[in-house]
Every structure is written in structure tokens, then in C-alpha cells.
């Protein structure tokens, strides 16, 4: 293999790196793949759990977990993450953090709810996660000033714009916060963003 390969699935957190590349004009190949392959303990991609997104770099090493991901690349391709030297260093940090650990889990406890409780739960398990989120979104409307980190996108920005897309309201989700809705305006208008999603696949139905 000569170039890196995202095993993930349409509109998915695959998504992430895959913006991030397409910023950073480094080519890739993506694969869509079911969970049934990736638990296999010897497929190309294993993970335990068989989640998305898994990214094989061209040496054959396999990383999982969006955050490890976003690190790799971040690490290796300087552009989208702040220097150690930089004032926005531990705010960008702070915030794909959050991303991560909180607004990443609140959306699969709503699309994905039998993984976590039987039918009887599924109404309290979403309403909860979105109680929770309400709170981290009017967080993030304070702290945008265009970007997470002011002037300059990260991405932590792309990792956002990701989430955001599979709300299950999103006119509701941009009410009383502009700066949330000039965020998404800016991010769904660069190039890298329009050519990614323009490539994506029919998008497979989402379990409740």
C-alpha cells in the first residue's frame, strides 16, 4: 500500500479524517465496511468493537478511535492544529477533547440506542443525550470567534462540523446560537468539505 486507507461507512465519523486530508491535499483511499468485518480479529481494520472509522497508514500500522486518528495526522501534517508555543495550544485541546468524550457519545446513544439499553429505555436514553448536548452547544456558541481556536480553523473545527451533521434537528439546533450557524455556513462552503461529501455513498439506513 502507498497511500494511507479509511475503513468507514457514509456520512459516518469517517467523515473526520477524511476532511482533514482533503484540507491538508493528501491523498487517500476510503473503504465502507460493516462491523462484522472490522470484529474479525484477523480483517485488515480489526477493532473489538467493530466501530468506525479505522485508518491503515501505508507502512500497514492500523490506528482506531477518531481522537488517535485526528493526532496521527495533526501530528505528521502541521496546519490544522495549534504548537505547543501557541496561546490556542490547550484550547484546542480542550475542545476536540470535548468533541470527543461528550458530543461524539451523546449522537451514538440517539442513533444507536440498542446498543445501550432495550426499547422500554430508548426515549429517556435520547432525551438525556440531547439535555446534555443543548448544554455543550450553547459552550461552543460562546467560544466561537469564527473558529474553536479564533481566527484560525483547526481541526477540531472539522471534527465539529461532523457532529453537527447528524443531528436530528438542525434548525432547531442553530436557534439562539449565530455563531454556531456562521460556523456551519463557513465549513460546509470550503473546497475540502463540498469534495468529501460530494464522494460519499448512498448513506445507509440509521438504526434506531
Not at 468507514?8 to 491538508?24: C, Q
Not at 463540498?194 to 448513506?203: M, Y
Request: charged fraction near 20%; aromatic fraction near 12%; charge should be neutral.
Amino acid at each position: 500500500m502507498t497511500k494511507y486507507l479509511i475503513l468507514g461507512k457514509s456520512g459516518a465519523g469517517s467523515l473526520i479524517p477524511e476532511f482533514l486530508f482533503a484540507e491538508l491535499k493528501i491523498t487517500y483511499d476510503i473503504q465502507f465496511v460493516s462491523k462484522e468485518e472490522l470484529v474479525k480479529s484477523t480483517s485488515k481494520g480489526f477493532n473489538p468493537l467493530g466501530k468506525i472509522p479505522v485508518l491503515i497508514l501505508p507502512d500497514g500500522t492500523e490506528i482506531f478511535e477518531s481522537l488517535a486518528i485526528v493526532n496521527y495526522i495533526t501530528t505528521n501534517y502541521p496546519g490544522l492544529s495549534p504548537t505547543k508555543e501557541s496561546t490556542d495550544y490547550f484550547q484546542y485541546w480542550r475542545m476536540l477533547s470535548l468533541l470527543s468524550s461528550t458530543l461524539y457519545s451523546g449522537y451514538h446513544r440517539q442513533h444507536h440506542a440498542n446498543d445501550y439499553v432495550n426499547e422500554i429505555g430508548f426515549t429517556s436514553l435520547k432525551e438525556k443525550a440531547q439535555q446534555e448536548q443543548s448544554i455543550i452547544y450553547d459552550y461552543i456558541e460562546q467560544n466561537l470567534n469564527p473558529y474553536l481556536c479564533g481566527e484560525i480553523i483547526t481541526a477540531a473545527d472539522f471534527y465539529l462540523y461532523t457532529l453537527t451533521r447528524w443531528d436530528f434537528d438542525k434548525t432547531k439546533l442553530r436557534i439562539g446560537r449565530p455563531n454556531l450557524s456562521i460556523f456551519l455556513e463557513n465549513l460546509r462552503s470550503r473546497k475540502s468539505v463540498d469534495k468529501v461529501l460530494s464522494q460519499q455513498p448512498p448513506k445507509p439506513k440509521i438504526r434506531v
